[in-house]
């Protein structure tokens, strides 16, 4: 888990960073998750270990590259409707139960997570780095 979410990224931004910054610049974003950030659940150490460590390789390289131009931010999504989500949540019930710890009631889309990413992506988010960016329909600050 911990190779998979946080070492792959480490070694992803250390061989694209360089291009990056002979380019002039550019944006890297990653997908952390609001599990270990904002919420804990049992038995998810390993995985919320290795995307809060993501949020923090997000801002020491926003730090750290961000007067080569290069802005580096992260996305945190909350439950969404992927195949993943589906074999987590693989019931009716399980489905609902996920939906209901949400303050919009309801999982994301795909394409709802997308956005957010093509905004951070964008020069709509020219000043925007360093960002741990929620996008998780309210499951950080839900409590019903």
Sequence with gaps: TLDTNLTAAFLGAKHQLPAM???GGGSMIFTSTFVGYSAGFPG???YAAS???LIGLTRVLAAE???AGV???AILPGGTDTPMGQTVANTDEARS???GLHALK???SPKEIA?????LASDQSSFVTGAAMLVDGGVSINRS
């Design 21 to 23: 910054v002979e380019r």
């Design 44 to 46: 998810l150490a390993a």
């Design 51 to 53: 995307k809060a460590g």
């Design 65 to 67: 590259f961000g007067s």
């Design 71 to 73: 802005r580096i931010n």
């Design 97 to 99: 139960f996920v939906a």
């Design 106 to 108: 309801r999982m994301a």
């Design 115 to 119: 956005r957010s990413v093509l905004y």
